[in-house]
């Protein structure tokens, strides 16, 4: 009973910005890390950025610089700021939150739905 929703996806130019946002909610005691992980077609899932909930981040090399992972334990929600966007960077985003439930103090893996991140040249 844990639901990732996401926004803020869509089509840009080469060189422009977007700002994925994605709230948790649901039977949530605390959330561990938060990332974002992306798919281009015939390829593997990979780890864009993730952060703890200290706010300790991390990055893939192909985003460094680039990409800036945020959170607002408040809200239950993990942001991407995306700028100096490549059409390499064109994929099916998709928010991940690491969870422990209220009943148990084992961690569970979520996933939201997946948006759509389309570059131009």
């Known amino acids: 009973q844990v639901q990732l929703v996401e926004s803020g996806g869509g089509l840009v130019q080469a060189g422009g910005s977007l700002r994925l946002s994605c709230a948790a909610s649901g039977s949530i005691f605390s959330i561990n890390t938060m990332g974002w992980y992306r798919q281009a077609p015939g390829k593997q899932r990979e780890l864009v950025a993730a952060?703890?909930?200290?706010?300790?981040?991390n990055y893939a090399d192909s985003v460094k610089e680039r990409f800036t992972i945020s959170r607002d334990n408040a809200k239950n929600t993990v942001y991407l700021q995306m700028d100096s966007l490549k059409p390499e960077d064109t994929g099916v985003y998709y928010c991940n939150a690491r969870v422990r439930r209220p009943t148990t103090p084992r961690q569970y893996d979520y996933w939201g739905q997946g948006t759509q991140v389309t570059v131009s040249s």
């Open positions: 952060i703890t909930s200290g706010g300790s981040a």
